[in-house]
């Protein structure tokens, strides 16, 4: 029997355990940095494996390390768990989870034959805080040699191409009054008003890559009453990092032109560091795409336009990184959709649990195994 024949045969063992991880996080949606319940149920299930579970590293209440055994080359898989604000779990992050956990836990038995160590990291606030970012940059993920997860989505996908974001946050000042005896007041809903147009207008001088939008989550309370504040988030997003830098301080000259007409005081403050664009590994992709195409599935070429974020991107300039897609049966319904939602906890989505789950450990494999990608991976980060 293969090493790769013992992991399937191990998931046969583990797979009940595998889709109730998946169950509970997706039926308690937590948001960004408040992923209590979903990290614990992580860290508790890597700990009863027998894993080293750190919690709270990088200073992050809900980010997590856990490792198992102590080969030189070090692969880590990577858990998110965090929702999005009202529609629940509609990114599939209970999936992502519960494949990383689960891939671990196939990996651990095999450590010590193929000399490895498996790091599996749960990382919070993806949706919006950048927690791989902090955690990066807090040198958590000093010790790897590549990085590895999976995300669902409409159809499997072996590279996804990925745009580098920054967020902003925009609040107004002004003066409220009775709508009917204005004299005096300072609107700060018409302030947003002129910045948006002012948006709208710049877009015909951004480049073709680069993306602006937004929202407005507080401008007032009642027709009668002239808004004395008013809160707004946007993003700026480009095929680069470079691009978005390029492009951001001319988006926040529109928001402090709504100050200027209007007499508003504005505060800009970033609610996240910035997201990179993505450079996954092209090699250890292939070997995905060929372990997940051994369990039957079939990936398409997708050749338009680069599209979404991660803070996997900024992880993917460092270390060796793989991101696919894992296709979910979701008739027609895509991510950040609240139709998306009920298809992450539905059987396609168990499917996707545990085919993610085994695609990683046979990918994990195929690194510790293949004399040339293991010397590669040893050696230190290469050009994707």
């Known amino acids: 029997m ?8 191990h998931l046969d063992t583990i797979s009940d355990a595998a889709l109730a991880l998946s169950h509970q996080i997706h039926e308690d949606p937590e948001l960004a940095f408040a992923e209590y319940n979903a990290s614990a149920a992580v860290a508790d299930m890597l700990e009863g494996a027998g894993f080293a579970v750190e919690r709270g590293v990088a200073g992050l209440p809900t980010a997590l ?37 689960t891939a671990g836990l196939l990996l651990a038995p095999l450590a010590d034959e193929l000399g490895i160590t498996v790091a599996v990291f749960g990382t919070p606030a993806e949706e919006g805080g950048g927690g791989k970012v902090v955690m990066l940059e807090e040198g958590i993920f000093d010790s790897l040699h590549c990085a590895m997860m999976v995300h669902p989505g ?3 996908l072996r590279a996804p191409n990925m745009l580098a974001i920054s967020h902003l946050d925009v609040e107004y000042t002004g003066v409220s009054s009775h709508a009917s005896f204005a004299v005096g007041a300072v609107n700060a809903a018409d302030a947003f008003t002129v ?12 480049p073709k890559d680069v993306q602006v939008h937004g929202y407005v989550s507080d401008a007032g309370v009642a027709p009668n009453v002239i808004p004395g504040s008013s809160h707004g988030t946007y993003a700026v997003r480009a095929e680069t ?7 951001q301080p001319k988006v926040e000259q529109c928001f402090t032109a709504g100050a200027i007409a209007t007499g508003c005081d504005i505060a800009m403050t970033s609610p996240s ?16 795409q060929e372990n997940l195409e051994a369990l039957g599935r079939t990936f398409f ?13 900024n992880v993917s300039h460092r270390i060796p990184t793989i991101h696919p897609i894992i296709g979910i049966e979701c008739n027609g319904a895509g991510n950040h959709q609240p139709e998306f939602t009920a298809y992450c906890r539905s059987e396609t989505g168990d499917k996707a649990v545990l085919d993610g789950a085994l695609g990683l450990a046979w990918t994990a494999i195929d ?16 050009a994707p």
Request: aromatic share 6%.
């Open 154 to 156: 409409a159809g499997d």
């Open 241 to 247: 990092l470079g691009g978005v830098e390029a492009a």
């Open 301 to 313: 070429d997708y050749n338009g336009p680069a599209a979404g974020s991660t803070d996997m991107g």
């Open 2 to 9: 293969t090493t790769k024949d013992r992991a399937a045969k």
């Open 65 to 101: 390390a856990a490792t198992y055994g102590n080969g030189e080359l070090v692969i880590g898989l990577f858990a998110e768990y965090d929702a999005l604000p009202d529609i629940g779990h509609a990114c599939g992050h209970n999936i992502i989870a519960s494949a990383a956990v």
């Open 367 to 382: 690194c510790a195994t293949d004399a040339e990608v293991r010397a590669r991976l040893l050696e230190g980060p290469a």
């Open 273 to 288: 560091p910035a997201y990179a664009e993505s450079r996954w590994d092209q090699q250890l992709s292939v070997l995905y």
């Open 195 to 206: 910045a948006q147009v002012s948006i709208g207008l710049l877009r015909q001088h951004l």
